[in-house]
């Protein structure tokens, strides 16, 4: 991928959740496998983003240990709240969080308001440690107006220059 121009390089991890597994199986069995990939590619002189999906409460810091340049993970549901400001205090600025902006609730069917008031403060959660990325927790759904991705980027733009 390097040699191709890839910058970077996204790790997609959805079956290594509390609601998955147990922590003693996630280093065990995930955790060695998923560094050894970042370290590849940080080898090959790209960045890392290690997307986690589920609760990550019990293993957070097994995840610092990935060594990945960023992680970013699912926004809270399925019976489990992610708070990006608790992640932001437990990671200090060790590697940068990308927010986990709920692309149902908030983008897709949230107003304007809900919106702004939720990319504004997870813009200033970010801010402590400088290193953060306005970003979706999960994808853009098909039913989510093109019109309503521009709103959530002109959020981010204002509220990021603030």
Not at 15 to 35: C, G, K, M, Q
């Amino acid at each position: 991928y390097a040699e191709v121009g890839v910058d970077g390089l996204w790790i997609e991890d959805c079956l290594s959740s509390a609601s998955e597994i147990s922590t003693e199986h996630f280093r065990r069995f995930a955790l060695p496998y998923v560094r050894e990939v970042a370290s590849e590619v940080r080898r090959a002189g790209m960045k890392s983003i290690y997307y986690f999906c589920g609760d990550v409460h019990d293993r957070l810091e097994y995840l610092l240990e990935v060594g990945a340049d960023a992680i970013s993970l699912e926004e809270s549901k399925k019976n489990f709240e992610i708070d990006i400001g608790w992640v932001n205090e437990v990671v200090s600025g060790r590697c940068c969080i990308f927010g986990n902006l709920d692309s149902v609730r908030v983008l897709q069917d949230g107003t304007l308001e809900d919106l702004e008031r939720e990319v504004s403060w997870q813009i200033e959660v970010g801010r402590e440690y400088g290193k953060f990325v306005v970003s979706l927790g999960s994808p853009v759904t098909p039913r989510t107006p093109v019109g309503r991705v521009r709103e959530y980027v002109e959020a981010a733009r204002r509220c990021g220059r603030r």
